[in-house]
């Protein structure tokens, strides 16, 4: 079965710092990987998505990621925070033979402070 | 256009009562899914609907029941309330026609606490 693996609950940074997300995946095969983002209230915004092809996928708001198929991983990158960007990230696998269905982390919790 | 909607926003319930949470949405995809959402837990998957007239379970399916007689429409039913049912529900839909995979959009969440 997938599992996704947030490791970390809460993560502080200052603002214009760089930002790393680590998100670590279960699965054998190839898997579809996505990271939401959840403002306080609110539902989940895709923020990028891996299905194929080259590793680094850009997303919204300046972020980015790489599927590191030797490590399991889809660590998500920003250069420089924004207050803005304090929200919960969800990182996400999917697969064909699973359907349609996704299997989220727990999240990481991001407090961006001035 | 709406993307997906959901009702009630929030809503404050008695043990042993029942309760539908709406989800509808106007983007014609065909795959539609209901999830919960705990802290530490992230978002689990309660059940799912890859096309109107069939359902399936996800992994968190008891005391849960759902219906797709439609493209648009996925309620969520809770027969009889408990405590621990009391969380964020999300709605979400993906478009998964020809067996392509797709990202899924989400509705805006309905606030369940039951007491």
């Known amino acids: 079965a997938q599992s996704v693996t947030q490791p970390d609950i809460h993560i502080t940074v200052s603002e214009g710092a760089s930002l790393e997300l680590r998100c670590n995946y279960s699965?054998?095969?190839?898997?579809?990987l996505f990271w939401y983002v959840q403002s306080p209230g609110q539902g989940l915004q895709l923020l990028l998505k891996y299905f194929s092809g080259d590793t680094l996928v850009q997303g919204i708001k300046g972020f980015e990621a790489e599927f590191k198929r030797s490590q399991s991983s889809f660590n998500l990158r920003k250069p420089s925070v924004h207050w803005s960007d304090a929200a919960e990230y969800f990182c996400?696998?999917?697969?064909?033979?699973?359907?349609?269905?996704?299997?989220f982390g727990a999240g990481t919790i991001l407090r961006v402070k001035s | 256009i709406a993307g997906i909607t959901q009702a009630p926003t929030s809503q404050i319930l008695a043990a042993g009562r029942r309760m539908t949470l709406r989800c509808t949405q106007d983007m014609r995809h065909n795959a539609m899914y209901w999830y919960r959402q705990d802290l530490g837990l992230g978002l689990r998957l309660i059940h799912y609907?890859?096309?109107?007239?069939?359902?399936g379970k996800g992994e968190v399916p008891d005391g849960y029941s759902v219906s797709r007689a439609n493209t648009d429409d996925f309620p969520l039913t809770l027969a009889s309330a408990v405590p621990s049912q009391t969380s964020v529900y999300f709605c979400?839909?993906?478009?998964?026609?020809?067996?392509?995979?797709?990202?899924?959009?989400f509705g805006p969440g309905t606030r369940l606490t039951v007491l």
């Open positions: 996400a696998v999917g697969a064909k033979e699973y359907g349609n269905k996704l299997v």
């Open positions: 979400a839909s993906s478009d998964s026609a020809g067996g392509g995979y797709n990202e899924q959009f």
């Open positions: 699965y054998g095969a190839t898997p579809y």
């Open positions: 609907s890859n096309t109107a007239g069939t359902t």
